[in-house]
């Protein structure tokens, strides 16, 4: 050797499988993995242990050539019908834990659910985190979406992440002023995995945290349906005046279905599937209203959720 890294060529279904044990599967059915309930198989899957072993695998997975998806909690994913080709990467429990760092600053896992962030952030007195309690997704999610609901979102109330880099396998620490965040969006590198978080609260009192808490949930629960197959809102708002749901409701779509795939009564910017729909119909049905929206009105609306996955060969 002259003194360069050493690179080992491992059989993946053999090699991968002995050293990364149960959290690394071949096969994976990834419909479980995805609030739309939907999509093919992952050809393999990781869950990773903790951060050490993450690092191992990610010199394993780039020393291999396989390509790697990072997931949170699936809210704002569809996954294709023909699957994803090389490891999908979730992070395991050990990514899920939250902390107090001092008076008003949390430190939070990747893998933690929001609604678990607002319901720590309540109990410890800190206000401002409530509207996490209407995202279902993780916190890794919400930063990546820059998530938000009701005047509020992750932006306002974050501080700094760290995170892996899939190339250099280095941990770095991003802060807030080093972010651009936008509308369901940031500018940060897609060779991230975010592993932790620190974000603020303001000191309050805890019934009117609850109080406020309870009214966000509730009026979610009016505007949104719940108990369906969805990954939330389908299409970006194009302005305040000009909302996806407006404009899809102006141009007529509001009825459209694709096979199983429909779009919800109650709010029709969540396209559902409605128990037997394949991804393709979801994707139809997507394609069918962004052409009419844009017939109709003029506006080209783009995609809030993640469509992930290899394209069906014609
Ligand atoms: C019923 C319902 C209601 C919803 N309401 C809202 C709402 O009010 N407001 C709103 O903004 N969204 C809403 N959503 C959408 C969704 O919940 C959010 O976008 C959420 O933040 C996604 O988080 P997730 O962990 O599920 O992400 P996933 O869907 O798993 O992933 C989303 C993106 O984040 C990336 N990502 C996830 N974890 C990491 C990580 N650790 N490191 C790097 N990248 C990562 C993924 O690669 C992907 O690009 C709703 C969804 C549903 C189903």
Request: glycine fraction near 8%.
């Amino acid at each position: 050797m002259d003194g360069g890294t050493e690179i080992f060529i491992m059989n993946i279904d053999v090699d991968f499988i002995k050293k990364f044990g149960n959290n690394f599967n071949k096969d994976i059915k990834l419909s479980n993995y995805s609030w739309f309930n939907l999509g093919g198989n992952a050809e393999y899957f990781y869950k990773a242990k903790d951060k050490d072993q993450l690092i191992e695998f990610l010199k394993d997975a780039n020393n291999n050539n396989l390509k790697t998806t990072i997931l949170g909690a699936g809210s704002n994913t569809l996954f294709r019908d023909s699957g994803v080709k090389g490891v999908v990467i979730k992070l395991g429990p050990d990514f899920s834990h939250i902390s107090l760092v001092n008076n008003n600053i949390i430190e939070v896992g990747a893998a933690t659910l929001d609604r678990k962030v607002a319901n720590f952030a309540k109990e410890n007195d800190l206000a401002n985190l409530e509207f996490l309690s209407c995202i279902p997704g993780s916190i890794g999610g919400a930063i990546t979406m820059n998530s938000g609901c009701y005047e509020n979102d992750i932006s306002k109330v974050f501080i700094s992440l760290k995170a892996i880099n899939k190339n250099n396998l280095r941990e770095i620490e991003v802060k807030k002023e080093d972010i651009e965040f936008f509308y369901r969006g940031t500018n940060l590198s897609n060779d991230l995995i975010i592993i932790s978080a620190k974000l603020k609260g303001l000191k309050k009192n805890k019934n009117e945290i609850e109080k406020k808490q309870l009214d966000l949930i509730e009026k979610k629960k009016l505007s949104q349906p719940s108990q369906i197959k969805t990954c939330g809102s389908t299409f970006k708002n194009y302005s305040e005046e000009r909302k996806a749901w407006m404009l899809i409701k102006e141009a007529g779509c509001d009825q459209f279905t694709e096979g199983d795939a429909m779009i919800s009564q109650k709010h029709c910017n969540f396209f559902v599937n409605n128990g037997n729909a394949k991804s393709k119909d979801i994707e139809n049905l997507i394609k069918r209203v962004k052409k009419q929206v844009h017939e109709k009105t003029g506006v080209n609306l783009e995609l809030e959720i993640n469509i992930v996955g290899e394209k069906e060969k014609i």
